[in-house]
């Protein structure tokens, strides 16, 4: 396998994985400070796919973080593989949620005049949510480029 930026392992694979969690741990904390959110359930679904999402990270963040401290890269196929798929069946959940929270927010509180206080939360909660997925996407797209150039 060939080595380049985002490989796991390495720095940048790290800083990827680091801002999938920030970006994650953030939607959770903006949504779960406002208190109605459980209500939706596309937001409970939110919150649900990111709490996944800050799981996922830290782990494969802590697997890049001991291969720096060793030096190593981690070129195993079997490896990639999980990666690459738990990456793609995140993102998905990520970009499923993010999208039907949008949805339900757009709907319910901007065309229907509903909005309260809140909406400013929700809406945060969900961009950190997108920009959790796009970090998403890249890692994803690393491993499959990873898979693919063998």
Partial sequence: MKDFPGTPGTFTALTLRVLQFSFAAGSIVCMTTTPGFFEYTALCYLIASMGLQVIWSFGIALFDAKALITKKILHNLVLVSLFAIGDWVTGMLSLAAASASAGLLIL?????????????KYWMSI?????????????????????AAG
């Fill in 127 to 147: 961009t950190l949510a997108f920009m959790s997925w796009v970090m998403i996407e890249i890692s994803s797209l690393i491993m499959f480029w990873l898979l």
């Fill in 108 to 120: 319910y509180f901007r065309d229907l005049g509903k909005c309260q206080s809140d909406c400013l």
